[in-house]
C-alpha cells in the first residue's frame, strides 16, 4: 500500500469518527427539541404523535449532519465514494449499534417499538452513501467542463 493510500485511509478513519461524534450530538440535540403543540393536533393519537415527531426530528437531524461529510466523502474518495461511506456507516454501526440491536430482539417488546428501533438503527447506514450517491448526480455548474 502506497503511502498516499495510508494517509487517506487514516483520514476517513478519522472522518469516520468524528462522523460518529456529530451523529451522537446531533441527534441527542435534536431529541431535545420540544414538540410543537400543532404537530400533536395532526394525529389522531398522542402516541402516534410523539412517535412520528421523533422518527422525523431525528431523521432531519441524521440528514443535516450527514450533508457536509457526504459532500467531503465524495470530493476526496472520487468514484469510490459511496463505497466509502458505506464503509464507514458500517463501520460506525457495528462498534456502537450491533449489540443494541440484538438485544433489540431478545426483549419482550411490542412490535411497533421493534419496526421504529430498528428503522432508526439502520437508516444511519444508508443515509451517508445516498447522499454521497446523490451529490455526484448533482449537475455541474463548471462551464468550461465537456458536454
Known amino acids: 500500500m502506497t503511502s498516499g493510500r495510508v494517509v487517506l485511509v ?11 461524534s456529530a451523529l451522537l450530538g446531533g441527534t441527542w440535540y435534536a431529541s431535545q427539541i420540544p414538540i410543537p403543540a400543532a404537530w400533536i393536533g395532526v394525529f ?4 402516534i404523535g410523539v412517535l412520528a415527531w421523533m422518527i422525523a426530528i431525528q431523521m432531519l437531524a441524521v440528514v443535516v449532519l450527514s450533508v457536509p461529510f457526504a459532500y467531503l466523502i465524495g470530493r476526496i474518495g472520487a468514484g469510490y465514494g459511496p463505497v466509502i461511506a458505506l464503509a464507514m456507516t458500517l463501520a460506525i ?12 430482539f431478545n426483549q419482550p417488546l411490542p412490535t411497533s417499538t421493534r419496526i421504529v428501533t ?19 448526480k448533482l449537475p455541474s455548474n463548471n462551464r468550461w467542463r465537456g458536454p
Not at 389522531?44 to 402516541?47: D, F, K, T
Not at 456502537?96 to 433489540?104: A, D, G, K, N, P
Open 10 to 20: 487514516v483520514a476517513f478513519l478519522g472522518l469516520g469518527y468524528v462522523y460518529a
Open 44 to 47: 389522531s393519537n398522542r402516541i
Open 93 to 104: 454501526f457495528f462498534v456502537f449499534s450491533w449489540s443494541s440491536f440484538l438485544t433489540l
Open 118 to 136: 430498528a428503522f432508526d438503527q439502520t437508516k444511519f447506514i444508508w443515509v451517508l452513501p445516498l447522499l454521497v450517491w446523490l451529490l455526484r
